[in-house]
Protein backbone atom coordinates (compact mmCIF):
# COMPACT_ATOMS: atom_id res chain seq x y z
CA UNK A 1 0.00 0.00 0.00
CA UNK A 2 3.12 2.37 0.95
CA UNK A 3 4.37 1.56 -2.65
CA UNK A 4 1.37 2.07 -4.69
CA UNK A 5 0.94 5.94 -2.37
CA UNK A 6 4.36 6.73 -3.29
CA UNK A 7 3.49 5.76 -7.06
CA UNK A 8 0.37 6.96 -7.69
CA UNK A 9 -0.23 9.97 -5.23
CA UNK A 10 2.25 12.42 -6.67
CA UNK A 11 2.43 15.72 -8.57
CA UNK A 12 2.20 13.99 -11.75
CA UNK A 13 -0.77 12.58 -11.45
CA UNK A 14 -2.44 15.48 -10.26
CA UNK A 15 -5.21 17.62 -11.69
CA UNK A 16 -6.68 20.87 -10.05
CA UNK A 17 -10.05 22.24 -10.90
CA UNK A 18 -11.57 24.85 -8.81
CA UNK A 19 -15.05 26.31 -10.08
CA UNK A 20 -17.36 29.07 -8.83
CA UNK A 21 -16.90 31.39 -5.60
CA UNK A 22 -13.85 31.04 -3.58
CA UNK A 23 -11.11 33.64 -2.20
CA UNK A 24 -8.87 35.12 -4.40
CA UNK A 25 -6.39 33.50 -2.15
CA UNK A 26 -7.77 29.73 -2.66
CA UNK A 27 -6.10 28.60 -5.29
CA UNK A 28 -2.60 29.75 -4.31
CA UNK A 29 -3.40 27.78 -1.03
CA UNK A 30 -4.64 24.62 -2.39
CA UNK A 31 -1.77 24.23 -4.95
CA UNK A 32 0.52 25.10 -2.01
CA UNK A 33 -1.24 22.00 -0.05
CA UNK A 34 -0.72 19.67 -2.95
CA UNK A 35 3.19 20.98 -3.41
CA UNK A 36 3.54 18.69 -0.42
CA UNK A 37 3.32 15.62 -2.44
CA UNK A 38 6.15 14.40 -4.46
CA UNK A 39 6.88 15.43 -7.99
CA UNK A 40 6.58 11.83 -9.70
CA UNK A 41 5.96 11.46 -13.41
CA UNK A 42 2.74 10.74 -14.25
CA UNK A 43 1.70 6.62 -13.88
CA UNK A 44 3.16 4.57 -17.04
CA UNK A 45 0.03 2.57 -18.52
CA UNK A 46 0.44 0.17 -21.25
CA UNK A 47 -3.09 -1.31 -22.82
CA UNK A 48 -3.61 -4.43 -24.80
CA UNK A 49 -5.34 -3.77 -28.02
CA UNK A 50 -8.89 -4.86 -27.81
CA UNK A 51 -9.87 -7.53 -30.17
CA UNK A 52 -12.82 -6.90 -31.95
CA UNK A 53 -15.61 -10.12 -32.87
CA UNK A 54 -15.28 -11.70 -36.25
CA UNK A 55 -19.15 -12.32 -36.94
CA UNK A 56 -21.27 -11.96 -33.96
CA UNK A 57 -20.05 -13.16 -30.03
CA UNK A 58 -22.55 -13.74 -27.79
CA UNK A 59 -22.91 -13.80 -24.05
CA UNK A 60 -25.86 -14.39 -22.43
CA UNK A 61 -26.52 -13.77 -18.63
CA UNK A 62 -29.10 -16.07 -17.54
CA UNK A 63 -31.22 -14.28 -14.91
CA UNK A 64 -35.24 -14.90 -13.42
CA UNK A 65 -36.20 -11.46 -15.03
CA UNK A 66 -39.62 -10.64 -16.74
CA UNK A 67 -38.02 -9.52 -20.03
CA UNK A 68 -34.63 -9.40 -22.20
CA UNK A 69 -31.85 -6.73 -22.45
CA UNK A 70 -29.43 -6.63 -25.12
CA UNK A 71 -26.30 -4.38 -25.19
CA UNK A 72 -23.67 -4.69 -28.23
CA UNK A 73 -20.98 -3.12 -30.19
CA UNK A 74 -17.59 -3.09 -30.76
CA UNK A 75 -14.02 -1.53 -29.68
CA UNK A 76 -13.81 1.69 -31.58
CA UNK A 77 -10.54 4.18 -32.36
CA UNK A 78 -11.49 7.56 -31.70
CA UNK A 79 -11.78 9.58 -28.72
CA UNK A 80 -12.56 13.48 -28.21
CA UNK A 81 -10.26 15.66 -30.14
CA UNK A 82 -9.91 13.13 -33.10
CA UNK A 83 -10.79 14.43 -36.59
CA UNK A 84 -13.87 12.10 -37.10
CA UNK A 85 -15.48 12.65 -33.54
CA UNK A 86 -17.61 15.32 -34.48
CA UNK A 87 -18.91 13.39 -37.44
CA UNK A 88 -19.10 10.21 -35.80
CA UNK A 89 -21.26 12.14 -33.10
CA UNK A 90 -23.58 13.23 -35.46
CA UNK A 91 -24.10 9.96 -36.34
CA UNK A 92 -24.62 8.38 -32.96
CA UNK A 93 -27.11 11.36 -31.98
CA UNK A 94 -29.10 10.30 -35.46
CA UNK A 95 -29.15 6.61 -34.94
CA UNK A 96 -30.06 6.80 -30.97
CA UNK A 97 -29.28 10.33 -28.69
CA UNK A 98 -29.70 8.52 -25.24
CA UNK A 99 -32.96 9.33 -23.67
CA UNK A 100 -34.46 11.28 -26.72
CA UNK A 101 -37.74 10.39 -29.15
CA UNK A 102 -36.14 11.66 -32.12
CA UNK A 103 -33.15 8.72 -32.55
CA UNK A 104 -33.67 6.37 -35.82
CA UNK A 105 -33.53 3.59 -33.05
CA UNK A 106 -35.93 5.01 -31.40
CA UNK A 107 -38.33 5.79 -33.84
CA UNK A 108 -38.28 2.44 -35.48
CA UNK A 109 -38.28 0.29 -32.60
CA UNK A 110 -40.55 2.05 -29.94
CA UNK A 111 -42.82 4.57 -32.04
CA UNK A 112 -43.23 2.71 -34.71
CA UNK A 113 -43.62 -0.87 -33.31
CA UNK A 114 -43.91 -0.82 -29.97
CA UNK A 115 -41.81 -3.01 -29.18
CA UNK A 116 -40.09 -1.57 -26.28
CA UNK A 117 -38.93 1.20 -24.14
CA UNK A 118 -35.34 2.59 -24.72
CA UNK A 119 -33.34 1.96 -27.89
CA UNK A 120 -30.19 4.21 -28.07
CA UNK A 121 -26.20 4.34 -29.50
CA UNK A 122 -23.00 5.52 -27.71
CA UNK A 123 -19.95 7.16 -28.76
CA UNK A 124 -18.33 6.79 -25.34
CA UNK A 125 -18.29 4.97 -22.47
CA UNK A 126 -21.15 5.94 -20.70
CA UNK A 127 -22.47 4.41 -16.85
CA UNK A 128 -25.34 4.96 -14.55
CA UNK A 129 -27.11 5.69 -17.87
CA UNK A 130 -30.20 4.37 -16.58
CA UNK A 131 -30.64 7.18 -14.19
CA UNK A 132 -29.00 9.80 -15.96
CA UNK A 133 -30.06 12.19 -19.19
CA UNK A 134 -26.71 13.64 -19.29
CA UNK A 135 -23.54 11.21 -19.21
CA UNK A 136 -21.01 12.91 -15.95
CA UNK A 137 -17.83 14.30 -16.76
CA UNK A 138 -14.31 12.82 -16.05
CA UNK A 139 -15.53 9.77 -17.48
CA UNK A 140 -12.30 10.18 -19.87
CA UNK A 141 -10.94 6.84 -21.66
CA UNK A 142 -7.60 5.69 -23.95
CA UNK A 143 -10.11 3.40 -25.52
CA UNK A 144 -13.79 4.08 -26.44
CA UNK A 145 -16.57 1.87 -27.74
CA UNK A 146 -19.79 2.04 -29.59
CA UNK A 147 -22.42 0.68 -28.26
CA UNK A 148 -26.12 0.15 -28.75
CA UNK A 149 -28.89 -0.34 -25.83
CA UNK A 150 -31.91 -2.41 -26.73
CA UNK A 151 -34.20 -2.42 -23.50
CA UNK A 152 -36.55 -4.04 -22.47
CA UNK A 153 -38.21 -6.27 -24.65
CA UNK A 154 -40.51 -8.95 -24.00
CA UNK A 155 -39.40 -12.60 -24.63
CA UNK A 156 -42.27 -13.15 -27.41
CA UNK A 157 -40.66 -10.49 -29.77
CA UNK A 158 -36.91 -10.51 -28.45
CA UNK A 159 -35.53 -12.55 -31.76
CA UNK A 160 -37.32 -9.94 -33.83
CA UNK A 161 -36.32 -6.88 -31.37
CA UNK A 162 -32.82 -8.23 -32.16
CA UNK A 163 -32.96 -8.69 -35.76
CA UNK A 164 -34.26 -5.01 -36.09
CA UNK A 165 -31.36 -3.54 -34.27
CA UNK A 166 -29.08 -5.20 -36.33
CA UNK A 167 -31.02 -4.18 -39.63
CA UNK A 168 -31.33 -1.18 -39.14
CA UNK A 169 -27.52 -0.89 -37.74
CA UNK A 170 -26.86 -2.17 -41.05
CA UNK A 171 -28.90 0.87 -43.10
CA UNK A 172 -26.67 3.24 -41.01
CA UNK A 173 -23.95 2.00 -42.43
CA UNK A 174 -24.37 1.00 -45.88
CA UNK A 175 -26.98 4.25 -46.41
CA UNK A 176 -25.82 6.75 -43.70
CA UNK A 177 -27.86 10.11 -43.19
CA UNK A 178 -29.61 11.57 -46.04
CA UNK A 179 -28.87 15.48 -45.87
CA UNK A 180 -32.54 16.56 -44.04
CA UNK A 181 -31.18 13.83 -41.33
CA UNK A 182 -27.69 15.40 -41.56
CA UNK A 183 -28.67 18.82 -41.14
CA UNK A 184 -31.65 18.03 -38.47
CA UNK A 185 -28.83 16.63 -35.69
CA UNK A 186 -26.25 18.94 -36.53
CA UNK A 187 -29.16 21.74 -35.54
CA UNK A 188 -29.54 19.46 -32.22
CA UNK A 189 -25.95 19.11 -31.21
CA UNK A 190 -24.92 22.35 -31.31
CA UNK A 191 -28.00 23.29 -29.04
CA UNK A 192 -27.39 20.34 -26.77
CA UNK A 193 -23.79 20.67 -25.95
CA UNK A 194 -24.66 23.75 -23.74
CA UNK A 195 -26.71 21.60 -21.57
CA UNK A 196 -23.81 19.46 -20.80
CA UNK A 197 -22.12 22.55 -19.75
CA UNK A 198 -24.98 24.33 -18.45
CA UNK A 199 -23.05 24.51 -14.66
CA UNK A 200 -19.72 26.18 -13.06
CA UNK A 201 -19.32 22.44 -12.23
CA UNK A 202 -20.00 20.50 -15.40
CA UNK A 203 -17.88 23.23 -17.45
CA UNK A 204 -14.94 22.22 -14.92
CA UNK A 205 -15.59 18.48 -15.42
CA UNK A 206 -15.63 19.19 -19.03
CA UNK A 207 -12.30 21.77 -18.70
CA UNK A 208 -10.51 18.90 -17.56
CA UNK A 209 -11.39 16.05 -19.68
CA UNK A 210 -10.59 18.13 -22.52
CA UNK A 211 -6.72 18.89 -21.04
CA UNK A 212 -7.23 14.98 -20.50
CA UNK A 213 -7.60 14.63 -24.85
CA UNK A 214 -5.18 17.28 -25.56
CA UNK A 215 -8.18 19.27 -27.23
CA UNK A 216 -9.84 22.97 -26.88
CA UNK A 217 -12.30 23.89 -24.54
CA UNK A 218 -15.35 21.22 -25.80
CA UNK A 219 -18.48 23.77 -26.27
CA UNK A 220 -16.20 25.80 -28.40
CA UNK A 221 -14.66 23.17 -30.14
CA UNK A 222 -17.47 20.86 -30.69
CA UNK A 223 -19.65 23.85 -32.47
CA UNK A 224 -16.78 25.15 -34.19
CA UNK A 225 -16.25 21.20 -35.50
CA UNK A 226 -19.79 21.15 -36.41
CA UNK A 227 -19.98 24.31 -38.45
CA UNK A 228 -17.66 22.77 -40.39
CA UNK A 229 -19.03 19.37 -41.13
CA UNK A 230 -20.44 17.91 -44.36
CA UNK A 231 -22.78 15.03 -44.57
CA UNK A 232 -20.40 13.76 -46.82
CA UNK A 233 -17.92 13.68 -43.93
CA UNK A 234 -20.37 12.08 -41.61
CA UNK A 235 -21.28 9.23 -43.99
CA UNK A 236 -17.32 8.67 -44.61
CA UNK A 237 -16.86 8.20 -40.83
CA UNK A 238 -19.80 5.82 -40.83
CA UNK A 239 -18.34 3.35 -43.51
CA UNK A 240 -14.98 3.58 -42.01
CA UNK A 241 -15.53 3.54 -38.67
CA UNK A 242 -18.57 1.73 -38.07
CA UNK A 243 -18.57 -1.16 -40.73
CA UNK A 244 -17.27 -3.43 -38.27
CA UNK A 245 -17.25 -7.17 -39.42
CA UNK A 246 -17.81 -8.27 -36.00
CA UNK A 247 -19.79 -7.38 -33.19
CA UNK A 248 -20.04 -8.06 -29.19
CA UNK A 249 -23.58 -8.80 -27.91
CA UNK A 250 -24.49 -9.28 -24.22
CA UNK A 251 -27.60 -10.52 -23.44
CA UNK A 252 -29.92 -10.69 -20.19
CA UNK A 253 -32.93 -12.94 -19.95
CA UNK A 254 -34.55 -15.65 -18.39
CA UNK A 255 -34.80 -19.33 -20.26
CA UNK A 256 -31.10 -18.34 -22.45
CA UNK A 257 -30.92 -22.16 -24.05
CA UNK A 258 -34.28 -21.25 -25.61
CA UNK A 259 -33.28 -18.10 -27.10
CA UNK A 260 -30.06 -19.19 -27.88
CA UNK A 261 -31.92 -22.15 -29.81
CA UNK A 262 -33.93 -19.42 -31.97
CA UNK A 263 -31.32 -17.14 -32.79
CA UNK A 264 -28.79 -20.43 -33.94
CA UNK A 265 -32.05 -21.88 -35.88
CA UNK A 266 -32.33 -18.65 -37.89
CA UNK A 267 -36.09 -19.48 -38.73
CA UNK A 268 -38.45 -16.04 -39.39
CA UNK A 269 -39.43 -14.33 -35.97
CA UNK A 270 -42.92 -13.01 -37.71
CA UNK A 271 -44.28 -9.96 -35.48
CA UNK A 272 -47.82 -9.65 -34.63
CA UNK A 273 -49.68 -6.17 -32.96
CA UNK A 274 -52.21 -5.59 -31.04
CA UNK A 275 -52.91 -2.59 -33.21
CA UNK A 276 -53.18 -1.18 -37.32
CA UNK A 277 -49.72 -0.78 -38.53
CA UNK A 278 -49.00 0.65 -41.20
CA UNK A 279 -48.36 -1.38 -44.47
CA UNK A 280 -45.19 0.11 -44.39
CA UNK A 281 -44.33 -0.84 -41.50
CA UNK A 282 -45.53 -4.41 -41.88
CA UNK A 283 -43.89 -4.60 -45.54
CA UNK A 284 -40.27 -4.16 -43.82
CA UNK A 285 -41.45 -6.49 -40.80
CA UNK A 286 -41.40 -9.51 -43.87
CA UNK A 287 -37.90 -8.47 -44.61
CA UNK A 288 -36.73 -8.09 -41.00
CA UNK A 289 -38.11 -11.16 -39.93
CA UNK A 290 -35.34 -13.31 -41.77
CA UNK A 291 -32.51 -11.03 -41.53
CA UNK A 292 -29.89 -13.67 -40.92
CA UNK A 293 -28.12 -12.67 -37.92
CA UNK A 294 -24.05 -14.33 -38.25
CA UNK A 295 -23.75 -16.44 -35.07
CA UNK A 296 -22.50 -19.68 -34.92
CA UNK A 297 -22.82 -21.87 -31.59
CA UNK A 298 -19.14 -21.86 -30.63
CA UNK A 299 -19.41 -17.81 -30.46
CA UNK A 300 -22.21 -18.16 -27.70
CA UNK A 301 -21.74 -18.45 -23.85
CA UNK A 302 -24.90 -18.83 -21.46
CA UNK A 303 -23.63 -17.90 -17.88
CA UNK A 304 -25.63 -17.44 -14.54
CA UNK A 305 -26.21 -14.27 -13.01
CA UNK A 306 -24.54 -15.36 -9.39
CA UNK A 307 -21.23 -16.06 -12.12
CA UNK A 308 -20.97 -12.51 -14.26
CA UNK A 309 -17.99 -11.17 -11.84
CA UNK A 310 -16.03 -14.21 -10.96
Same mark, same amino acid.
Given at each position: ??? !? ?163 ? !? ?141
Amino acid at each position: MQA !FYRAQFTQGNLIIGLAGGYPAAFPNRVKADFARLPAGPPAALRLPTPQPARGIRMTMIEKDTRSVAYSMGFPLDVKRGDPDYPALLVAQSYFGQHRESGGRLFERMRQARGLNYGDYAYLEYFPRGMNQFEPDPNLARRQQIFQIWIRPVEPPTAQFALRLALFE !FDKLVKDGLSEEAFERTRTFLTKYVNLLTKTADAKLGYAIDSQYYGMPEYNGYLKSSLAKLTREDVNRAIRKHLGAAGMDIVVVARNCAELESKLLSGEPSPMTYNSPKPQEVLDEDKIVERWKIDLKPEAVRIVPVEKVFE
